[in-house]
């Protein structure tokens, strides 16, 4: 079995509402879908996506289109989709970081192997330890009352934890509307914090110790992502755990920040770190130095969101209820068959795969540019 063909799919869909963080507003999701043939006929399902248009390592959907066409397609074809760490080393041997595109092909790559052998992935990635992963709602940077009308919302749809994404020109306008946001939805439902890099050192030292009021489960990336020193001094000033988001990507940088002592716990994507495969590096040495996670979302698709709740479903150290609601805030879900909600969480799909199907005739109504390559055009 070898990989012989690929399609690549740049679709670009309308959000539901405005989605203001502090690095950016996105109106539309920007993915890359990318399916992989083999020689006997199997198809896999891979996606790079992107939010605000670009990824903090300078990635955009136009970036992850070459670099699939030019250098990491051309990489991989004639392999097994079985070998993905041999294919991961080709693709790293093909072009340094380009990690968001590499991506798509690692999660094309596991969707393939697992439907070969007849496992979902989460087989593949050490077995099930969850079967339903808890879901985080995120609260754009907006005014008081929408952003306390969408929480309220959301807790009557059935999320229990909703995230309040802060950065705004007066800190002290942050904190009142998590004050707002937690006495509305009561006690029963988690509230955490993303600051999304916004905050000074001084600014987010003073931000953390006014939010310990407001039973804040974490306090995410207060400051710049290059900034572990300062990451490092706003946890040891408050009493609410710490996340590292932006500043962890590799194994590398997880190493770095329990080194350091800068947080305590990691937002690992499936996108930003290369893949899956390179996901559960970052998670296994986060969790050798004691350091829990959760799974960050880009807004994906459902290719991405079940990529995501298979390593979710096979990593002890996720502990955190996580973001893979795309499907809920795009204006269209491609799914044949939308991943199941219940009681605050997502199913994880136990087909073969990834365990999803994508509707095609959705996707075309949304597809900007679309083409196929082959090692013939090598």
């Known amino acids: 079995m070898k990989i012989t063909r690929a399609v690549v799919t740049l679709t670009k869909i309308r959000v539901i509402r405005a989605h203001k963080m502090a690095i950016g507003t996105t109106l539309h999701q920007e993915n890359v879908i990318l399916r992989l043939t083999t020689d006997d006929g199997l198809e896999g399902l891979g996606e790079a996506p992107h939010m605000v248009g670009i990824s903090l390592k300078g990635e955009s959907p136009y970036t992850v289109r070459e670099m699939l066409r030019r250098r990491l397609l051309p990489a991989v074809f004639g392999r097994s989709p079985l070998d993905v760490e041999s294919i991961q080393q080709a693709m790293d041997a093909a072009v340094p970081w380009n990690l968001r595109a590499k991506s798509a092909v690692n999660l094309a790559a596991y969707d393939l192997a697992g439907k070969a052998l007849g496992v979902p992935v989460f087989a593949l990635m050490g077995g099930m330890v969850r079967d339903a992963v808890p879901l985080s709602w995120s609260i754009p940077i907006t005014d008081y009352d929408a952003g306390v009308r969408e929480a309220e919302q959301m807790v009557e749809r059935g999320w229990r934890i909703i995230k309040v994404k802060v950065g705004r020109p007066n800190p002290d306008d942050d904190v009142e509307m998590v004050r707002r946001i937690r006495e509305s939805v009561g006690q029963a439902v988690r509230v955490r914090v993303d600051a999304n890099q916004a905050y000074s050192l001084k600014s987010a030292v003073r931000v953390a110790r006014r939010l310990e009021r407001h039973d804040v489960e974490f306090f995410e990336q207060p400051v710049a992502w290059w900034d572990l020193d300062g990451l490092a001094e706003v ?89 893979l609601g795309g499907q809920f805030l795009m204006q269209d879900d491609i799914a044949e068959t939308p991943l199941a909600f219940r009681d605050g969480a997502l199913q994880v799909p136990t087909g073969p795969g990834l365990g999803v199907a994508v509707d095609w005739d959705k996707v075309r109504r949304y597809t900007i540019e679309e083409f196929t390559v082959t090692p013939e055009d090598r």
């Open 235 to 323: 946890s040891r000033a408050t009493e609410i755990p710490i996340m590292a988001d932006e500043s962890v990507t590799t194994a590398i940088d997880a190493m770095e920040i329990a080194r350091r002592r800068a947080a305590q716990i990691l937002s690992i994507y499936v996108s930003s770190p290369g893949g899956i495969l390179n996901s559960k590096k970052v998670a296994t040495v986060g969790a050798a130095a004691g350091l829990t996670a959760y799974v960050g979302g880009a807004l994906e698709s459902v290719i991405g969101a079940a990529a995501g709740l298979h390593f979710a479903a096979s990593t002890p150290s996720v502990t955190y209820g996580c973001e």
